[in-house]
């Protein structure tokens, strides 16, 4: 390394520091989320949702990985860790990036993509998933459960019913003749 290699590093270094505890702070104050980077080669979790100006911290459980971006809004400039798709880190390594378009960011980590290690950040005005988690689901197909429920239990009842009056039928019904025929 020449000289000019090591004072580019060295600075370097010293911004990722500074930049580091500033968003480290600002990580605790504002409660930024954190994601793992599990050895069962997922995303812990895999989909997060932040307000403009949130860090987001991922940290590696296991060896092994990067954050290469696959998608991303128009005007954002995200570009996962440094070194692109060939460069991977270990355990203990920890990387931040402070989301600031609107809009949803599609990550992998490059040699375990095929594995399902991909993740999702939205950015949206509250920071929260959108209301209702199960708020896709069309009135009408809502009717058919229902309806299957009631015309259940009516099933249900109908069949108890049949039986408590078999029971009672044979209980009391013909006990008195067995016992009473003398
Ligand atoms: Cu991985």
């Avoid at 504002?30 to 991922?58: H, I, K, Q």
């Avoid at 005007?75 to 990036?97: I, K, P």
């Avoid at 378009?101 to 990550?107: D, F, K, M, S, V």
Wanted: proline share 5%; hydrophobic share 40%.
């Amino acid at each position: 390394m020449n000289r000019r290699e090591f004072l580019r590093t060295a600075g370097g270094a010293t911004a990722v520091a500074g930049a580091v505890s500033a968003s480290g702070s600002a990580a605790a104050q504002s409660g930024g989320p954190e994601v793992a980077l599990l050895g069962s080669l997922v995303f812990d979790p895999a989909e997060v949702y932040v307000s403009p100006g949130t860090t987001v911290t991922w940290v590696w459980e296991s060896d092994g990985h990067n954050i290469v971006v696959d998608s991303q809004p128009e005007g954002a400039n995200w570009e996962g860790t440094e070194g692109g798709a060939s460069q991977l880190y270990d355990t203990g390594y920890e990387y931040s990036h402070t989301f600031e378009e609107l809009g949803e960011y599609e990550y992998v980590c490059a040699p375990h993509r095929q594995a399902g290690m991909v993740g999702t950040v939205v950015v949206n005005e509250s920071g929260a998933p959108p209301s209702g988690g199960g708020g896709e689901v069309e009135p009408e197909e809502m009717g058919v459960p229902i309806q299957a429920h009631f015309v259940g239990i009516a099933t249900i009842l109908a069949i108890a019913v049949s039986l408590m009056f078999t029971f009672f039928l044979l209980k009391y019904g013909e006990s008195p003749h067995a016992s009473g025929g003398n």
